[in-house]
């Protein structure tokens, strides 16, 4: 059986959430019905940074891994972690990924800021996710709270996370970009195996 991992914080997590709440889990349903065999480790810690995410990555190598989906950054952003350093500790996390699974493919969860933040900050944290996907020929989620982020019906009392309702449209977010990858995964595969 092939394997997916989500690797993310509190938004992949479900904060607050039953674990088969969060989208993670309901992709689970999204690949059966599609006829595609693989299992999801959703290994998501609330308030996890970049740095943090860079620490309790290694347990998570020691099985293979098929698609590796990264979903980091935004905390880093609420304490105003430089850019460059953001980017520079996704990459390492992708690098490391790459190094124990050479053939693994990476989808990307970009992010977009609240409009509190600071212009520039603003502007280069939503394209830092796009210049990683180009580099490291990986998938992008244009935005991972697409439709849901700023609308009170499918979030929290605090705004900021998904409830319930909220996790049924990222899990379509992600599956847009999910499904072509887990199909050519999956055919490559096979063909590996005949």
């Known amino acids: 059986m092939k394997r997916i991992v989500v690797f993310g914080d509190s938004l992949s997590e479900g ?3 039953k674990q088969s709440e969060a989208w993670p889990m309901l992709l689970v349903e999204k690949l059966r019905g599609a006829g595609l065999n693989y299992e999801i480790d959703n290994y998501s810690q ?5 740095t943090s995410g860079l620490k309790r990555l290694g347990p998570h190598l020691k099985q293979k ?9 935004v905390n880093d952003a609420f304490i105003s972690t430089p850019i460059h350093e953001i980017e520079n500790n996704l990459q ?28 520039s900050y603003l502007e280069r944290f ?17 935005f991972l ?3 849901v982020f700023g609308n009170p019906a499918l979030n929290l009392f605090d705004r900021l996370h998904p409830n319930a309702a909220g996790h049924k449209i990222l899990v379509e977010n992600v599956w847009r ?5 887990a199909r050519e995964t999956s055919a490559q595969q096979m063909a590996r195996v005949h």
């Open 15 to 17: 904060f607050m959430l």
């Open 177 to 181: 970009v999910l499904a072509p990858v």
């Open 145 to 147: 709270l697409e439709g």
């Open 65 to 73: 891994i098929d698609i590796f989906i990264l979903e980091l950054g």
């Open 126 to 142: 939503g394209k830092m996710y796009v210049d990683l996907a180009q580099k490291n020929n990986a998938a992008l989620v244009p």
């Open 46 to 50: 609330s308030g996890g940074t970049t």
């Open 92 to 119: 390492e996390i992708i690098d490391r990924v790459k190094r124990v699974n050479p053939n693994v493919r990476v989808i990307i969860c970009g992010m977009q800021l609240p409009d509190r933040a600071d212009e």
